[in-house]
């Protein structure tokens, strides 16, 4: 079982910059694949960008080049540096892990983006 706590998520100016953080807990051998995803009032969940225990990392479309996901291992903590943030990005931004049989979500940060 996996437990993952987001934090950092709060109210931003548009163009400013936040940096989520995720530290996940409980029983795993091994640095498995992690995420971040959002959902905002009216859509359906989506991809932000993923990192894989080796630093490989892939980006949604509408964020990279804004975005940046690192992880650090000894900490099992994951992060989220969001630069040059737009309204749209405003959402709930949720953690994910990946594990054997199930994925694991956190409980969710709320990004908030006035214009």
């Known amino acids: 079982q996996v437990q993952l706590v987001e934090s950092g998520g709060g109210l931003v100016q548009a163009g400013g910059s936040l940096t989520l953080s995720c530290a996940a807990s409980g029983i795993f051998s091994s640095i498995n694949a992690m995420g971040w995803y959002r959902q905002a009032p009216g859509n359906q969940r989506e991809l932000v960008a993923t990192i894989a225990s080796g630093g490989r990392t892939v980006y949604a479309d509408s964020v990279k080049g804004r975005f940046t996901i690192s992880r650090d291992n000894v900490k099992n903590t994951i992060y989220l540096q969001m630069n040059s943030l737009k309204p749209e990005d405003g959402a709930m931004y949720y953690c994910?892990?990946?594990?054997?049989?199930?994925?694991?979500w956190g409980q969710g940060t709320q990004v908030t983006v006035s214009s």
């Open positions: 994910n892990f990946k594990g054997a049989i199930v994925n694991y």
